[in-house]
């Protein structure tokens, strides 16, 4: 192949070209084909049989891709803590096309294209699936599937999830470079071929029936988005501000409706960090505002508890009564809501005594239930929180465990005007479409959003703004086929690329074994031509 002859130097500038454009593929620039080219560039540039320059190529990939797509980080906690993570997810991807270099070895795989983008993209969303998984419960933030949400290929996650499309996406990538290859050599027939194909697996997704209609009925909900002063870490320091902007934001609702015609009304994250269960006022201003709107509000706050520690969590406010249900995040995010390994970590960085209370995880299933005095029921809403939104498994058990509709309320206000809002729109809308349900994400500042079971947006807010929203929400009950698949998806590319990997070393040692061997044969039988030379001449 064309990619076997490159220069060294020109595989790591492919390398540095494609984790760029793949970084494009995501919001706020958005073109999902560019993180197509962008992982087929590193398909293009680990062709060389080489597992420690591949090694290398996927960490400057990597790490190309991250710096600037995880940018936001530095903008809330500093250069240390940003190259940090860069740097443990891009070995994530070195360590993938190290793996890589083996699979191709397999002789089955070398032989036919077909197999060579399937292993490739195994491997590949296998090292995405590690990452999101270890260590400290891993970061999926930047899986391929996440630039998809526009795409066809994002229309795939109602049938298996974010592994088949991140699947689908990197086998696409991987048969265009090889149809770049077959063009490099004038192989026309193959480079059709291979591009026809990625084409194709590009469209199904089209074919996929993303139904939008209610099952179990509507509830007319309310959103706030209240802002806050100040963008970044200091947002939080005027806890009472932050909550009268979200009480004043409730209020604001009655210029949309009358009281009375809102089933709920949600809150961001951090709605309010004052505890309304153990602050008199905060709770007078929180059941006052409910009053006025005449709906429960479910709110984002803070819990202390006597033992220490702090529970993030979304509170159910019953006008008159006060909290009838609460969902307590179970996925802190570490090293942002809790330190571990704090003692190692501090001469690093001092940004970890920014965290002076740890987070503690919630153990039970995001949902809270809400009696709908409207449909005569109990509505189960599910609840994700912030970044657990990129999370499989947290959703996907809302879902299973019977939510009809889900709530993703975030805080964006700590990463200022970079792109984390969006970013964290876009998995969003991959969830409605995963899930088949109405999903409303509540944002502090922005970017929030209600989206239809389909990924459609169907309202949106703007960032570091001062919003509301209403919107009538289908509920939904039926489960895709992703949702009843659960973990098994994943499981088994992680399997398959596992035994690829075993396969293709195993492959390598028995060449080394029979060159090994094959150099002692041609070694001996020079030593008996030689001690025949010798014996001919004395």
Not at 311 to 322: A, H, M, Q, R
Not at 386 to 399: H, S
Request: glycine share 10%.
């Amino acid at each position: 192949m064309l990619a076997r002859h490159m220069p060294r130097w020109f595989t790591l500038v492919l390398a540095v070209v494609g984790g760029y454009l793949t970084d494009l593929g995501f919001p706020d620039v958005g073109i999902w084909l560019l993180a197509i080219a962008g992982v087929g560039m590193l398909f293009l540039a680990t062709m060389r049989d080489a597992p420690a320059w591949n090694f290398l190529i996927g960490l400057v990939w990597g790490l190309t891709f991250f710096l600037v797509h995880i940018r936001w980080a530095q903008y809330a906690v500093g250069d240390v803590p940003w190259v940090a993570l860069s740097v443990m997810e891009a070995l994530f991807v070195a360590l993938s096309m190290l793996a890589w270099t083996y699979v191709r070895r397999v002789p089955v795989i070398t032989r036919r294209a077909g197999l060579q983008a399937i292993a490739f993209a195994l491997v590949f969303v296998a090292g995405e699936l590690a990452r999101s998984a270890v260590p400290f419960g891993g970061f999926p933030w930047g899986r391929l599937a996440f630039s998809q949400s526009e795409s066809p290929i994002g229309r795939l996650a109602w049938l298996g999830g974010m592994p088949l499309v991140s699947l689908v996406a990197a086998v696409c990538a991987a048969l265009l470079a090889l149809a770049v290859g077959a063009l490099g050599r004038f192989n026309l027939l193959r480079a059709g071929s291979c591009a026809l194909v990625a084409v194709a697996a590009i469209g199904v997704g089209l074919a996929v029936p993303l139904a939008t209609q209610a099952e179990s009925g509507t509830l007319q909900v309310g959103a706030v988005q209240g802002n806050v002063a100040t963008p970044g870490l200091d947002a939080f320091n005027h806890r009472r501000e932050v909550l009268n902007n979200h009480v004043a934001g409730t209020y604001a609702l009655l210029d949309l409706v009358a009281p009375g015609d809102l089933d709920l009304v949600v809150w961001p994250e951090n709605g309010t960090d004052i505890d309304p269960q153990v602050d008199a006022d905060a709770a007078t201003a929180i059941d006052d505002a409910a009053q006025a709107v005449g709906a429960p509000l479910l709110i984002g706050s803070q819990e202390f508890p006597e033992t220490g520690g702090r529970y993030n969590v979304s509170l159910l406010w019953e006008p008159g009564v006060g909290v009838v249900g609460r969902y307590a995040k179970q996925h802190p995010a570490p090293f942002a809501e809790y330190i571990p390994i704090r003692s190692l970590v501090r001469p690093f960085s001092s940004a970890v005594d920014l965290v002076t209370n740890d987070m503690i995880a919630g153990t039970e299933v995001g949902i809270v239930n809400l009696d709908s005095p409207r449909l005569g029921r109990v509505v189960k809403i599910g609840d994700a929180i912030c970044f657990e939104v990129a999370y499989d498994a947290l959703v996907q058990d809302a879902v299973a465990a019977g939510a009809e509709m889900l709530v993703i309320p975030t805080n964006n206000a700590s990463f200022g005007p970079t792109n984390e809002s969006t970013q964290q729109l876009a998995m969003s809308r991959l969830r409605a479409i995963e899930t088949g349900r109405t999903t409303i994400q509540i944002s502090t500042v922005g970017v929030s959003a209600v989206i239809a079971p389909n990924g459609v947006l169907l309202e949106q807010t703007g960032l570091f703004t001062a919003e509301q929203m209403v919107s009538p929400v289908a509920l939904r009950t039926s489960l895709t086929p992703a949702v009843r698949a659960g973990e098994w998806p994943a499981r088994t590319v992680l399997a398959a690329a596992t035994l690829l990997t075993a396969a293709g070393v195993v492959v390598s040692i028995r060449s080394r074994r029979r060159t090994g061997q094959d150099a002692a044969s041609s070694a001996g039988a020079a030593k008996k031509a030689a001690a025949k030379k010798a014996a001919a001449r004395a």
